[in-house]
């Protein structure tokens, strides 16, 4: 019954977030249409690289197209669903967590789901787009593409809670935060092909890009039991890893005693 409540409560706010955006529907237009062309430009510059090699360690275009979907996908789950990660640590250094904290709903994940990308409708059909030209796909085959980018974007969520959770030690932490989100998404977008098993390490580990994409790619490419059980086991544990840092700081946050009301921005 709990879940069920919960699930109501994140559709509810995805919704509402959803009409917001779309009251200027030309502006919401324009930004999907501009995401779907940037997303594309990365890509032809792949294209133009791999006319004149055929693979790159082991990594062919059809690797790179399948990267860049599973990449742009979970950055579309994490934007669109929990929107509220990218401005964590302003809103914890900004005491802006008091309106969450006087509602009987989950603190964490009700800061995650207040806000959502508009533009990352453009990243979720560039997503959908190339997956499908590049796999002519089943149903089953497409829900469980749509079962990978989410995961990957709970990997993504629950990176940046625990990079925007220093907030609560280090007050003004909102740069190094962006910083490692954003080094997360940008080494998501590279073949891992190209990395040194050290540097593997530590995209598997510290900055988890090899769950977000590398792995998925490989589950796409050849499904595995083992592959899929790790990737889920991957990313329960970094939520729930998140979710511990996250309110053991809160435990160290100051009101910042606001006197406005807070709306679904």
């Given at each position: 019954m709990e879940a069920k409540r919960t699930i109501k409560f994140v559709f509810q706010y995805f919704s509402a977030n959803l009409q917001s955006a779309m009251e200027y529907r030309g502006a919401f237009l324009s930004q999907i249409v501009f995401m779907f062309i940037n997303n594309f430009m990365l890509l032809f510059f792949w294209w133009v690289l791999f006319t004149r090699i055929e693979s790159l360690n082991g990594w062919g275009f059809q690797h790179i197209l399948l990267l860049y979907a599973a990449a742009s996908g979970a950055f579309a789950c994490q934007a669109l669903l929990f929107g509220g990660s990218f401005s964590l640590s302003r809103t914890i250094a900004e005491g802006r967590l008091d309106f969450y904290l006087a509602l009987p709903k989950p603190v964490l994940l009700h800061v995650l789901i207040s806000r959502s990308s508009a533009s990352a409708w453009g990243d979720l059909a560039f997503a959908l787009t190339i997956f499908v030209l590049t796999s002519s796909p089943s149903l089953g085959m497409t829900l469980g593409f749509l079962i990978l980018i989410f995961t990957g974007g709970v990997v993504m969520t629950s990176s940046a809670v625990l990079a925007h959770s220093l907030s609560f030690w280090l007050g003004h932490s909102e740069r190094l935060a962006g910083q490692l989100t954003e080094a997360l998404l940008s080494f998501s977008l590279y073949p891992e092909g190209i990395f040194s098993v050290a540097t593997r390490f530590v995209l598997y580990t510290l900055i988890p890009a090899g769950?977000?994409?590398?792995?998925?790619?490989?589950?796409?490419?050849?499904?595995?039991?083992v592959h899929v059980s790790l990737l889920i086991m991957f990313a329960l544990g970094l939520t729930m890893l998140g979710r511990f840092v996250f309110y053991r700081g809160l435990k160290r946050y100051e009101s910042g005693n606001l006197m406005v009301i807070n709306v679904v921005e």
């Open positions: 769950f977000v994409s590398y792995l998925p790619v490989r589950i796409l490419q050849e499904y595995t039991p």
